[in-house]
């Protein structure tokens, strides 16, 4: 049965007022009989009260807009990266008692619209890239954090240390010399690359990733070949070039699983006749033959971190302590599909 505040208030044989302060903690003159009362009745009801509403009356929210921003019609939730991320953000939200509503976007008219029917304390910009992050910026006043989106620094110079700003990333492009590094030291001296199509022009993950690629190679004196850079959509020819390389760096683990897949079908064995590396880490990666040496970025802590910033400013709590970017490393899980040259 639905109740409202009224009706506590008339059961417990109080006001609306002395309701609405047990609710929202403000019990100094409320006496531990009727803070009881009170919440027994909410307990035996459960009464959950209406956010949106009370930030109308309020000018305030306790809700955190989760924008999943794709250029598709929804975005792919069954990708693991999302679940972790959604894992350290649940963490931090039920922590600090704050709701979190999820929404797919795929223009930056759909943030428009969600504004003008919730009231939102904050949000989490997830799969950004500049350009929408510039439009974004036009319409969202709340504190916002972008998750792994990367911007021209040059340019944009006035983006540093602005009101309520901030972005929290993994450091790809060292994370990617990282995993070259790893195969020098096992003896590899070809190493392919395979990745999603982007456009090369953008800032980006996957920017970042193929410089990292490229800098590792010409740190460890190996030259960088363009014909060796595979996209998803060409993994026939990945297979078809494999005696061109001994190993190859994958920027996902999806997409490093789809490719051992292939490669097991035609015959081949991992990592005897190609060493596969990858991101991300995720629960698969250990539960496929061979288990997939990958970097965990840890993806669970980057939505901790995230939400953590926001709260903040939307907190009011001193600011000195806060770093508008921030930079997470990786760590590399050694496991089975390297090998030892």
């Known amino acids: 049965m639905k109740i409202t505040i009224k009706e506590i208030a008339k059961l417990a044989n109080v006001s609306m007022t002395t309701v609405s302060n047990v609710m929202n903690n403000r019990t100094n003159k409320v006496s531990q009989e009727t803070i009881d009362k009170i919440n ?23 809700l955190i807009g989760l924008l999943f921003y794709t250029e598709q019609e ?11 991320l959604l894992e350290g953000i649940e963490t931090i939200s039920r922590k600090e008692n704050y709701f979190v509503l999820i929404q797919t976007i795929n223009s930056v008219d759909d943030i428009g ?7 939102f304390s904050g949000f989490i910009g997830v799969g950004f890239k500049q350009q929408t992050m510039l439009e974004a910026m036009e319409i969202i006043q709340e504190p916002i954090t972008f998750i792994d989106t990367y911007y021209d620094e040059i340019k944009l110079k006035e983006f540093k240390d602005k009101e309520n700003l901030y972005f929290v990333r993994s450091d790809d492009k060292k994370i990617a010399h990282d995993l070259v590094s790893h195969l020098v030291d096992r003896g590899h001296r070809d190493i ?8 090369l022009k953008e800032h980006g993950v996957i920017q970042e990733r193929l410089a990292g690629y490229r800098d590792g190679l010409v740190a460890h004196d190996l030259g960088f070949d363009s014909k ?26 999806l997409l490093a699983i789809q490719l051992i897949s292939q490669l097991k079908e035609q015959g081949f ?23 997939l040496t990958t970097m965990n970025l840890f993806q669970n802590v980057k939505g901790e971190v995230a939400l953590g910033q926001i709260m903040v400013p939307i907190k009011g709590t001193p600011k000195e302590n806060i770093q508008q970017t921030i930079i997470m490393d990786g760590e590399l899980e050694v496991r089975e599909s390297v090998k030892q040259m």
């Not at 929804?74 to 972790?84: H, K, L, T």
């Not at 619209?113 to 009231?119: K, L, S």
């Not at 880490?281 to 288990?291: D, G, M």
Request: net charge negative; charged share 15%.
């Open 192 to 199: 392919a690359f395979l990745t999603y199509r982007v456009n």
């Open 74 to 84: 929804i975005y792919n939730f069954n990708d693991p990266f999302a679940g972790q």
């Open 113 to 119: 619209v969600i504004r003008n029917n919730w009231q």
């Open 40 to 62: 027994n009745i909410i307990k035996e009801y459960n009464y959950t009260p209406n956010m949106n509403a009370k930030a109308l009356v309020n000018s305030s929210s306790k």
């Open 269 to 291: 064995s991992v990592p005897d006749d190609c060493s596969v590396i990858s991101f991300d880490n995720i629960q698969f990666s250990e539960l496929i033959s061979p288990k």
């Open 228 to 253: 060796l850079v595979f996209y998803n959509d060409q993994l026939d020819q990945v297979i078809e070039n494999i005696n061109h390389y001994s190993a190859i760096i994958v920027t996902a683990d």
